[in-house]
């Protein structure tokens, strides 16, 4: 075989390896696309066909709202509602007064509300509501058991809210097979229950976001 019939076969070799190589990616690449799990909805960007069935849902007394308390005190340099370090800071007051707002423009008359005990959740609980809310344990334990804890409080035709923390919203995107998201403080989670085995998640809503939602969009 000559020098220039060798290096043509050569050529011919590596571009089959090459090929091989860019199918074999792609192939992995699809497969990792197919098998992530999927991101919750912010629903502050999503198309209103979403947040506007969201509302919808609520009108109708089907959703769970989990809510993550405020911003934290003892992890910020800033001072600390009422003194307590293991609460929620000042500055986060405007921002609970605005959600109850909003809040009180969604309507609570079919709505029940429970908080975590500590002392974060139950500030929190406090600057959103104006009546006092229950506290519940399983809200600040986060355990594997959250979700079912959660969907057994909830009354057909009756909202439910539920005042808590991080770790128990991880709960919530790992019981439903959701990507891990790093959740602000005062975001809520929208849960469509449609009965207690048959739930999902609507989308979450930052503390400055809410606006968005009660306002429809051209």
Avoid at 114 to 139: C, G, I
Wanted: charge should be negative.
């Amino acid at each position: 075989m000559s020098v220039t019939a060798s290096l043509l076969a050569r050529i011919k070799i590596n571009k089959k390896v090459l090929t091989l190589v860019v199918a074999t990616a792609v192939l992995a690449l699809s497969a990792q696309h197919i098998w992530e799990e999927p991101a919750p909805e912010d629903l502050s960007k999503s198309p209103f066909t979403l947040t506007g069935k969201m509302l919808q849902e609520w009108e109708e007394g089907d959703l769970i709202v989990f809510v993550r308390h405020l911003e934290r005190c003892s992890r910020v340099d800033a001072a600390c509602l009422d003194g307590e370090d293991a609460g929620i800071t000042e500055r986060a007051t405007a921002v609970g007064l605005e959600m109850r707002e909003s809040f009180s423009k969604l309507g609570l008359h079919k709505t029940d509300m429970y908080s975590s005990p500590l002392t974060r959740t139950a500030q929190t609980s406090a600057l959103l509501f104006a009546k006092p809310v229950a506290y519940q344990d399983f809200l600040y334990q986060c355990e594997d058991d959250f979700m079912q804890h959660a969907v057994a409080k909830k009354t057909p035709g009756r909202n439910l809210v539920l005042v808590t923390h991080s770790s128990c919203l991880d709960e919530i995107n790992e019981n439903l097979q959701q990507a891990e998201v790093d959740y602000n403080y005062g975001a809520a989670v929208f849960l469509n229950v449609e009965s207690p085995s048959q739930h999902r998640i609507l989308g979450f809503l930052d503390s400055d976001d809410w606006t968005h939602i009660l306002t429809p969009r051209t």
